[in-house]
Each structure stands twice: as C-alpha cells, then as structure tokens.
C-alpha cells in the first residue's frame, strides 16, 4: 500500500472522525475519554456488518479492527487494509507484533498512551484526537516551531557548545567537518534510544541534538518533554534522516529526488521499507552511484562535505526548507 488515504466514519448517532493517513504506522494517544475506543469500535462495528451498528464507512482501502483473539491468524488474512488496533490489546508492545507490522503491506492505526519501541514510528505521525461537538479529527502531537526544529523555542540566542547525533557513521562524520572549525563538538549518542540517557547525564550544558525523525516517534515524548524542561540549552532538529537532509539539501539537482521529497508516501512500499528511513537511504544510495556524491552510510563522500555543499546542507536545517 502506498500514498494518503482518507478514512470517514459515523455512526447513527452522527459521532464522525474524518482524518488522512500517511504513512503505514500512525500512533494515536490520549486520556481515557478521548475518543480512542469510540473510533475504534466503530471500525470493529463496520467490520461486523450489523444493520444495528449503522456505521458507514468511506475510505478507498479496507479499514479493519485487529482483536485480541487469535491476533496472528486473524492479521494474516488482512492485506492492503487499514488495521486499527486498541491500546487494551496485550500484544501491542510485543516484538511478536512488531515484527509482524514490519514489512507489512498494510497500514496501522495504533491506539496507545505509551511508546512502542519495537517499532520505527516518524514523531510526525503520533496524534491527538481533537473535539468539536460530534465532529472528531486527528491533530499532531508535534509541531515543528522553525524549520526542522521541535518543541519550545529557544529563550536565548547562545550559540550551542555540542551537537550530538544518534548517527556514529556518515551523519556524525558531516557535522565534525561542518562544524568543528566553529568550535562545536560533535557526539554520538550511538543511536535514538541513548539520546534521552545522555541529555540526562549532561543536564546544563547547551546542545543541539539532531535525530532521525521518521523513525523518532517511541522517544518523542521523553526527549521532548525534556526540553521543555530545559529550553535555553536543549533543541531538538528532527529531519526525516540525514539522507533526507542530504537530499533536501539541492545539491544533487536531481528532478527524481524532488519529485520523491515532495510527496514521499505515493512512493514508499512498507512491505519493501520498515520505515522512511530506510528508504531514503536507499533512494540516495541508487541516485548517487557512479557519481562525487556516492552514498556509503559508513565513510562519507568528501564532495558532501565541501565547504559550499555543506552550507546547503546546514541550510536545510536553518532556513526550514522542508516538505
């Protein structure tokens, strides 16, 4: 399955949830009360196909409600679908589970107030369900507040000492040769998942932190949460990947590569990629070979890192020049 599909559904009580999905994994959260089990038993309602339930439905893919019972046997049956899930399933946070999602051709619709880290979610896709009468919508949890950068704005204009980066390879060698001539320190966290951990440990000292963020969205709530706490030394820049940064950049010149960047989804097959990431990777690898700019995710061409080059790159992240 690829692209963005609407999902409109009512039922006879004229309580309706109109939303569009866009990747294969949406997480939606919220407090008891909120809407989550409504929605989700008006799909299981739909599924049934009881005259009583009066639910109507209008989505151009199936749209089906994964239950507890035999979740295995029941999910491979379901292909090209819309599985909604509750956050009451058992199975939801269990690796069983997430290796079944991944490489799925489906899309999924998560119900949960905790992160699922089994699972490579973007922060772009975890959402809220806002109220309006009968009327439901889903609005993002995260909104990007300049260009790439997530959270609180920052309260001073300070230059930041670190950059630190869940990337250890090609992402961590960019920005020592960008940044180390301006006295910034480059680190690693040694992937997202140690982020929080190290924010924790170096608590004070001012930092820049740059992530992946189509696959950031199990530690969004603790990193950014975080920053909140600490906004005059803690930012948050979450760009799909690095290769998408790369590729966001312009420096290819590469009428494909724009193409894809303007609407990722009518490209991207989750039976082929687990994640965005993986496939910008990949997309970058195809689209650069044979050329200065071939793509090795452990070594770093050095066409990337050219003074002028590299600016484009940094740009990507200081002028907002996204999606």
């Given at each position: 399955?690829?692209?963005q599909?609407?999902?409109?559904?009512?039922?006879?009580?004229?309580?309706?949830?109109?939303?569009?999905?866009?990747?294969?994994i949406?997480?939606?959260?919220?407090?008891?009360?909120?809407?989550?089990?409504?929605?989700?038993?008006?799909?299981?309602?739909?599924?049934?196909?009881?005259?009583?339930?009066?639910?109507?439905?209008?989505?151009?893919?199936?749209?089906?409600?994964?239950?507890?019972?035999?979740?295995?046997?029941?999910?491979?049956?379901?292909?090209?679908?819309?599985?909604?899930?509750?956050?009451?399933?058992?199975?939801l946070?269990?690796?069983?589970?997430?290796?079944?999602?991944?490489?799925?051709?489906?899309?999924?619709?998560?119900?949960?107030?905790?992160?699922?880290?089994?699972?490579?979610?973007?922060?772009?896709?975890?959402?809220?369900?806002?109220?309006?009468?009968?009327?439901?919508?889903?609005v993002?949890?995260?909104?990007?507040?300049?260009?790439?950068?997530?959270?609180?704005s920052?309260?001073?204009?300070?230059?930041?000492?670190?950059?630190?980066?869940?990337?250890?390879?090609?992402?961590?060698?960019?920005?020592?040769?960008?940044?180390?001539?301006?006295?910034v320190?480059?680190?690693?966290?040694?992937?997202?998942?140690?982020?929080?951990?190290?924010?924790?440990?170096?608590?004070?000292?001012?930092?820049?932190?740059?992530?992946?963020?189509?696959?950031?969205?199990?530690?969004a709530?603790?990193?950014?949460?975080?920053?909140?706490?600490?906004?005059?030394s803690?930012?948050i820049?979450?760009p799909?990947?690095?290769?998408?940064?790369?590729?966001?950049?312009g420096?290819?010149?590469?009428?494909?590569?724009e193409?894809?960047?303007?609407?990722?989804?009518?490209?991207?097959?989750?039976?082929?990629?687990?994640?965005?990431?993986?496939?910008?990777?990949?997309?970058?690898?195809?689209?650069?070979?044979?050329?200065?700019?071939?793509?090795?995710?452990?070594?770093?061409?050095?066409?990337?890192?050219?003074?002028?080059?590299?600016?484009?790159?940094?740009?990507?992240?200081?002028?907002?020049?996204?999606?």
């Open positions: 399955m690829k692209g599909h609407e999902v409109y559904v009512r039922n006879r009580r004229k309580v309706a949830f109109r939303f569009t999905l866009k990747r294969n949406t997480v939606v959260r919220g407090n008891s009360g909120t809407g989550k089990t409504t929605l989700y038993d008006m799909i299981a309602a739909h599924m049934r196909n009881n005259a009583g339930d009066a639910v109507n439905l209008t989505c151009d893919k199936p749209c089906v409600a994964l239950t507890d019972h035999d979740w295995q046997h029941q999910l491979s049956g379901f292909h090209d679908s819309i599985v909604f899930v509750d956050e009451g399933a058992g199975y946070s269990s690796e069983d589970f997430a290796s079944a999602v991944r490489y799925s051709d489906n899309y999924y619709v998560l119900f949960t107030r905790v992160p699922l880290h089994q699972l490579p979610y973007s922060v772009d896709e975890i959402y809220h369900i806002k109220t309006s009468g009968k009327y439901h919508t889903l993002p949890a995260y909104r990007q507040r300049r260009g790439l950068v997530y959270g609180v920052s309260r001073s204009r300070a230059p930041y000492a670190i950059l630190l980066t869940e990337d250890s390879k090609s992402g961590l060698q960019f920005f020592e040769a960008r940044l180390s001539r301006e006295g320190a480059c680190l690693t966290s040694s992937g997202r998942s140690g982020i929080y951990k190290w924010l924790k440990e170096h608590a004070g000292q001012r930092v820049f932190v740059v992530a992946d963020g189509a696959a950031f969205g199990p530690e709530k603790r990193v950014l949460a975080l920053q909140e706490q600490h906004p005059q803690i930012r820049c979450l799909e990947s690095f290769e998408w940064l790369l590729m966001k950049s420096v290819l010149h590469d009428a494909h590569v193409e894809v960047l303007e609407d990722p989804a009518r490209f991207i097959e989750p039976s082929e990629y687990s994640s965005w990431e993986q496939f910008f990777t990949t997309l970058l690898r195809q689209r650069t070979q044979g050329t200065p700019f071939e793509y090795d995710k452990q070594k770093l061409s050095d066409a990337w890192t050219v003074e002028h080059n590299a600016d484009k790159v940094m740009g990507a992240i200081a002028h907002g020049n996204v999606r």
